[in-house]
């Protein structure tokens, strides 16, 4: 198994069937609240829960993560109505507003309109997505999804009725989620899956990249692999569950002295999540480690001046070692500069989030069929 995916990685690279999808690295809600003097008032009213996302009660949840910034653009319908998404690796739905939705979420973005599609068809069931702090209903419906210059026919996607309130700071309209079936609400088919089953993808895999630039370069590629993302070799790891895009974590360096996941744990590469998150009291610890200090809300500040005298962080992961460098872990804004390391509270499991600031550290490649993640430092 191992020898193939290596093959099929060098095959892929070299490919160019595959399609790609930029992606704009916008201002994130976090900056536009900052700029309005809203953040305080916002943080208090949908503090931060990043874990209520992977606690699966049976509907498909969300969190209100106020420094996402990548996003998409794909439509729906004939002819296409366009839509700003969020590509998720930590949920399976695909959403959007409607023109049904009069929550004030949906004021303030894209709404789909059924009646101006000639291959839109109603679903027979309605669509429920918890949320950390509030949740989206609505209907799910049929119709053509164009995502890159591929064509789905027959997607089934939830159009929204109401939305939580705080989605009305948010930058993309909706979501499209690119984990298992296993966990999607009504058990709907995710968009690639079906790119897969209508043959409309050369490889059954999508490597996502997030470039350090912020205006251009990130991209999400479905069906390949690009080599010019990356340099050196791809390390291919074992999912640990076929749910959320799970692996085996085994500890969390700094120096060579374990910091934080003793004894090993879980941890879960997504997109859909800005920073590192893991238990309160050790994500305190790492916070400590590098000279953080953490304010009530969990945030961790550092001194701008002190970044470059910071150390590494290695996330060892199935036996191999990731380092993750202060100049990506540590974020400076007007505000000054604060650490990408999040509190997910203490729910009492060693569940971790490796969101978009080890994302950016290193291409990531899901392989949907041999159920493998594989990780390559990217350039």
Same mark, same amino acid.
């Given at each position: +198994?191992?020898?193939?995916?290596i093959?099929?990685?060098?095959?892929v690279?070299f490919?160019e069937?595959?399609?790609?999808?930029?992606?704009i690295?916008g201002?994130t809600?976090k900056q536009g609240?900052?700029e309005?003097?809203?953040?305080e008032?916002?943080?208090?009213k949908?503090?931060?829960?990043?874990m209520?996302?992977?606690i699966q009660?049976g509907?498909e949840? +969300?969190?209100? /993560?106020a420094?996402?910034?990548y996003?998409?653009?794909i439509s729906i319908?004939?002819?296409?109505?366009s839509?700003a998404v969020?590509?998720? #690796?930590?949920?399976?739905?695909?959403?959007?507003?409607?023109?049904y939705?009069s929550s004030?979420?949906?004021?303030?973005?894209?709404?789909?309109?059924?009646?101006k599609?000639?291959?839109f068809?109603?679903?027979?069931?309605?669509?429920?997505i918890?949320?950390g702090?509030?949740?989206m209903?609505?209907y799910?419906? %049929?119709?053509t999804?164009?995502?890159?210059?591929?064509?789905?026919?027959?997607q089934?996607?939830g159009?929204s009725?109401t939305? !939580?309130?705080?989605?009305a700071?948010?930058?993309p309209d909706?979501?499209l989620?690119?984990a298992?079936q296993?966990?999607?609400? /009504?058990?709907v088919?995710?968009?690639f899956?079906?790119m897969i089953?209508q043959?409309?993808?050369?490889?059954?895999l999508?490597?996502v990249?997030?470039?350090?630039d912020?205006q251009q370069g990130s991209?999400?590629?479905?069906g390949?692999?690009d080599?010019?993302?990356y340099?050196?070799q791809?390390t291919?790891?074992?999912l640990?569950? &076929?749910?959320?895009w799970? @692996?085996?974590m085994?500890?969390v360096?700094?120096?060579?002295?374990t %910091?934080a996941?003793?004894?090993g744990?879980?941890?879960i590469i997504?997109?859909?999540?800005?920073?590192?998150?893991?238990?309160?009291?050790? @994500?305190a610890?790492m916070n400590?480690w590098?000279g953080?200090?953490t304010n009530?809300y969990?945030?961790?500040?550092v001194s701008?001046?002190s970044v470059?005298? +910071?150390p590494?962080? #290695?996330?060892t992961?199935n036996g191999h070692d990731f380092n993750?460098? &202060?100049? !990506?872990y540590?974020?400076?804004?007007?505000?000054g500069?604060?650490?990408?390391?999040g509190?997910?509270g203490a729910?009492g499991t060693e569940?971790w989030?490796?969101g978009?600031?080890? @994302?950016r550290?290193?291409?990531s490649?899901?392989?949907v069929?041999a159920r493998?993640?594989g990780?390559a430092?990217?350039?």
């Amino acid at each position: +198994m191992m020898k193939w995916l290596i093959v099929l990685s060098a095959l892929v690279a070299f490919s160019e069937s595959f399609k790609r999808i930029p992606l704009i690295k916008g201002k994130t809600a976090k900056q536009g609240l900052q700029e309005k003097g809203l953040w305080e008032e916002y943080r208090q009213k949908f503090p931060y829960r990043p874990m209520s996302k992977f606690i699966q009660t049976g509907s498909e949840a +969300m969190t209100n /993560d106020a420094d996402l910034e990548y996003y998409g653009v794909i439509s729906i319908g004939t002819p296409p109505q366009s839509f700003a998404v969020l590509f998720d #690796t930590g949920s399976s739905n695909l959403w959007v507003p409607s023109v049904y939705c009069s929550s004030e979420a949906c004021e303030s973005h894209n709404k789909f309109n059924p009646s101006k599609s000639s291959t839109f068809k109603w679903g027979s069931e309605s669509l429920s997505i918890r949320y950390g702090t509030g949740s989206m209903t609505g209907y799910l419906a %049929v119709d053509t999804v164009e995502v890159g210059g591929i064509t789905v026919q027959n997607q089934i996607f939830g159009l929204s009725k109401t939305e !939580a309130p705080f989605m009305a700071s948010m930058k993309p309209d909706g979501i499209l989620g690119l984990a298992f079936q296993s966990i999607a609400a /009504d058990d709907v088919t995710p968009v690639f899956n079906n790119m897969i089953s209508q043959k409309l993808v050369e490889q059954p895999l999508f490597s996502v990249y997030l470039s350090s630039d912020a205006q251009q370069g990130s991209e999400v590629i479905f069906g390949g692999i690009d080599g010019n993302h990356y340099t050196g070799q791809v390390t291919w790891i074992p999912l640990t569950s &076929a749910t959320y895009w799970q @692996i085996k974590m085994d500890r969390v360096s700094i120096n060579g002295q374990t %910091v934080a996941c003793s004894g090993g744990c879980q941890a879960i590469i997504d997109t859909g999540t800005s920073l590192i998150v893991g238990p309160n009291q050790e @994500i305190a610890n790492m916070n400590s480690w590098v000279g953080a200090s953490t304010n009530q809300y969990g945030e961790a500040t550092v001194s701008c001046q002190s970044v470059t005298n +910071m150390p590494e962080i #290695t996330f060892t992961l199935n036996g191999h070692d990731f380092n993750v460098p &202060a100049s !990506a872990y540590v974020s400076q804004s007007y505000y000054g500069c604060s650490t990408g390391f999040g509190q997910g509270g203490a729910i009492g499991t060693e569940l971790w989030i490796l969101g978009d600031v080890f @994302i950016r550290e290193y291409y990531s490649i899901f392989d949907v069929e041999a159920r493998y993640i594989g990780l390559a430092k990217s350039v």
